[in-house]
C-alpha cells in the first residue's frame, strides 16, 4: 500500500513537471503566435487586469503602491498623444515588437485627431485620458476648473473613439504629475485610477535620444521593475525607443499589458503586498518602524532611586577631578564637570614706551560728586538716574572734566588746579527737575541737562 502511494504521488509530480512544460511553451508560443514572423521580437508577456477602485492610486514617484509586477516586468506608457507626427511612428515600433503599452491621451489632440486615437485602440493598446489641455500648473487650479479638465478630456477621447467610451479605460495621469488631494479625491468619485509612474526617462526634456535611452535603462535597472514615463509626441523618443525595446529584451525583461477589469474580465488575483513596489520580506530591510506594541502593565511599583555611580555622566574620572565639587553639591547629586576653558593667547608686544607716573590728582574724585552719587535714590526715581546717566554718558560732568584736565597737565608735568566742585545731583535737584518738567518751568541749568532729549 505505502510503495504504491509513493508511486502515486510520483506520477503527480511528473504529470504537474510535464504540464508545467507545455504551459511554459504555449506562453511562448503565444507570444510567438502574436508577433507573426518575428520570433525574436521582445513580444508581451503577460496581460494584468486590474481594479482600479481597489487601488485608486499608483506608482511609486508619489504614491505608495504600484501594479502588482514580477520583478523584471514592465509597463510602457506614453503621453499626450496623438500626434499624427511622432504617434504613429511610437506605434509602428511597438507593432514591430509586438508591445502592448498604455497611452495617456490628452482631449484636445483627441478632437484634433480623433483618427490617431482609434489607431491606438485598434493596435490593441490601452487608451487612457490626461485632461482636456494638458494644464501645466494642475495643483494651482481651482478643483471645479481642475474637474472640468478630467471630464472634458474623457468626454474628448471618448467622442474621438465613437463607441461611446467602450474601450476608453478608467485610467488617468494627471500633467505633469501635479496632483493635489482634490484631483485625487474627485478621480477617485468617478471610479478613475489615477497613474503615476515609477521612473521617467526625461524624455520632455531637451536631451538626447542617447540620453533618453540611458536613462530609461538605468532607473529600470535600479528599481528592478515597474511603470516607465515616456512621452508619444516627442521625436528623442521616437530614436530612442527601438533601442529601449531591444535592450529589454537583450536583458530579460518582460512587457506586461495592463487593462482595467469589467464584467467579462475579472482582475488578475494579487496579495495586498504585492502593490507595495518593495514587499517586505527577510531580504529587504523595512523603511518604516514596526508599531510599538501595547505593554499591559499588571502591576506598578516604585522603582528604587539611581545610585550616585549608576548616572551615565558620574564616571570615575569626574568623582577624583571634582572631588570637591561632589562635596559641594546639594542633596547628595554631585555637580557637573567644569567645562576647560580655552587656553588664553599669548599676544607677543611689538614694543613697550615707558609712561610717567600719573599724579594723584587724576584719581581724586570731586567730593560733590561723591556725595551727589550716594545721594541717588535705589529705586523711586529710577527713570531720572537712567536719563542722567545717558547726559553723562554724552557730555563729561564738570568735575570729571576737571580731572581729565588734571590728567592731561600732570602728564605734561604742569601743575594741576584743585577741583571746582559741580552742583550736587541729589534728591532734591532731581524732583524739582521732574516736577519743573510738568509744570513746564525751565529755570534751572541742571533741568536743562537732565531733559536733554537721548543722541540718536
Ligand atoms: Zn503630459
New binding site residues.
Given amino acids: 500500500m505505502a510503495g504504491n502511494r509513493w508511486v502515486g504521488v510520483r506520477m503527480r509530480c511528473w504529470t504537474a513537471l510535464v504540464l508545467g512544460l507545455v504551459a511554459g511553451f504555449a506562453s511562448k508560443s503565444a507570444i510567438a503566435a502574436d508577433c507573426p514572423g518575428r520570433p525574436d521580437a521582445l513580444g508581451t508577456s503577460r496581460t494584468l487586469v486590474v481594479d482600479p477602485k481597489a487601488h485608486p492610486l499608483i506608482g511609486t514617484m508619489q504614491y505608495r503602491e504600484t501594479l502588482p509586477l514580477d520583478d523584471g516586468e514592465v509597463v510602457l506608457t506614453f503621453?499626450?498623444g496623438p500626434l499624427p507626427k511622432y504617434s504613429s511612428q511610437i506605434l509602428d515600433i511597438l507593432a514591430a515588437q509586438c508591445v502592448k503599452a498604455t497611452f495617456?491621451t490628452?482631449g484636445r489632440q483627441a478632437q484634433a485627431n480623433p483618427e490617431g486615437v482609434r489607431k491606438v485602440r485598434d493596435a490593441g493598446h490601452t487608451v487612457a485620458t490626461?485632461t482636456m489641455n494638458?494644464p501645466s500648473a494642475m495643483h494651482r487650479l481651482p478643483l471645479e476648473r481642475a474637474r472640468q479638465e478630467i471630464d472634458n478630456g474623457i468626454a474628448s477621447v471618448t467622442a474621438a473613439l465613437g463607441d461611446n467610451g467602450a474601450a476608453l479605460s478608467p485610467f488617468f495621469?494627471i500633467?505633469?504629475l501635479a496632483r493635489n488631494d482634490g484631483i485625487e479625491e474627485y478621480a477617485k468619485s468617478k471610479g478613475l485610477q489615477v497613474w503615476s509612474a515609477d521612473f521617467p526617462a526625461d524624455d520632455w526634456r531637451n536631451v538626447s535620444s542617447t540620453r533618453v535611452h540611458d536613462l530609461a535603462m538605468q532607473r529600470l535597472a535600479a528599481n528592478g521593475k515597474g511603470i516607465l514615463l515616456l512621452?508619444d509626441i516627442q521625436p528623442r523618443t521616437v530614436a530612442a525607443l527601438p533601442r529601449i525595446l531591444h535592450d529589454l529584451k537583450a536583458r530579460g525583461y518582460r512587457i506586461v499589458h495592463v487593462v482595467p477589469a469589467s464584467a467579462e474580465q475579472p482582475a488578475t488575483p494579487t496579495e495586498p503586498q504585492q502593490w507595495l513596489l518593495h514587499p517586505p520580506s527577510e531580504n529587504i530591510a523595512i523603511s518604516r518602524w514596526p508599531k510599538i506594541p501595547r505593554f499591559a502593565f499588571a502591576e506598578t511599583s516604585a522603582l528604587a532611586a539611581p545610585q550616585l555611580t549608576e548616572s551615565w555622566w558620574n564616571d570615575g574620572a569626574v568623582l577624583g577631578a571634582n572631588f570637591d565639587r561632589t562635596k559641594r553639591s546639594a542633596r547628595g547629586v554631585p555637580l557637573p564637570r567644569e567645562a576647560p576653558w580655552p587656553r588664553e593667547i599669548q599676544v607677543a608686544q611689538a614694543g613697550t614706551a615707558t609712561l610717567p607716573v600719573p599724579a594723584a590728582g587724576v584719581f581724586e574724585i570731586a567730593e560733590g560728586l561723591r556725595v551727589a552719587m550716594q545721594g541717588m535714590p535705589s529705586s523711586a526715581q529710577h527713570a531720572d538716574r537712567v536719563r542722567v546717566a545717558q547726559v553723562e554718558a554724552e557730555r563729561p560732568a564738570k568735575p570729571a572734566r576737571i580731572a581729565v584736565r588734571n590728567g592731561r597737565r600732570a602728564m605734561a608735568g604742569k601743575p594741576v588746579h584743585p577741583a571746582r566742585v559741580a552742583a550736587p545731583a541729589n534728591r532734591n535737584t532731581l524732583k524739582r527737575a521732574v516736577h519743573d518738567k510738568k509744570t513746564g518751568r525751565r529755570n534751572s541749568r541742571h533741568q536743562e541737562a537732565l531733559l536733554e532729549p537721548a543722541p540718536g
Fill in positions: 503621453d499626450d495617456f490628452v490626461h494638458h495621469r500633467p505633469g512621452h
